[in-house]
């Protein structure tokens, strides 16, 4: 590799964050805040989860799941629903109202986007389109509950 692992962390990082951040300033989302987002985009990803897997996934602790999930809840972006391998345990689903919104919000962004990549050169365009397959890679790597990765101190 021509570039050490390190460096390159370095350099995508601050991009990955002002990108994300960039995306939210240009298309706000009254309907939920951006924990509630994470856990969102987790149940899109992965179905309907148990409050401890959302807990686990979002590295968050599960007093933390109960109230975020209980914000979803009241904007009926969510509901709980009884575990179907365990009657006495409870997932959390998107309702229909809630992929409605994450459909609309995905469609603003597409529009967003869009229009920025339309104002980049051909090159440009051409590089991000033979990353994409890699940061896709990247996000799967980082959306796995891998506490090995973790920092010790991520769930206090």
Not at 50 to 75: F, H, N, Y
Not at 93 to 107: E, F, K, P, Q
Request: glycine share 4%; hydrophobic share 40%; charged share 30%.
């Amino acid at each position: 590799m021509s570039e050490n692992i390190a460096d390159l962390a370095g350099r995508i990082r601050p991009s990955l964050i002002r990108l994300y951040l960039a995306m939210r300033r240009h298309t706000p989302i009254p309907e939920y805040t951006a924990a509630q987002a994470s856990a969102l985009a987790t149940l899109v990803d992965h179905g309907p989860l148990r409050m401890g897997e959302l807990a686990d996934r979002e590295s968050i602790r599960m007093p933390t799941a109960t109230a975020l999930v209980d914000g979803l809840c009241k904007a009926d972006l969510v509901e709980r629903t009884p575990d179907p391998a365990d009657r006495r345990a409870v997932q959390v689903a998107l309702t229909d109202h809630g992929r409605d919104v994450l459909r609309r919000v995905g469609s603003e962004r597409d529009v967003v986007l869009t229009r920025a990549l339309a104002d980049l050169s051909d090159e440009h365009r051409d590089a991000l389109a033979a990353a994409a397959p890699a940061l896709q890679a990247l996000r799967d790597r980082l959306d796995k509950p891998d506490r090995a990765s973790a920092s010790p101190d991520h769930r206090k």
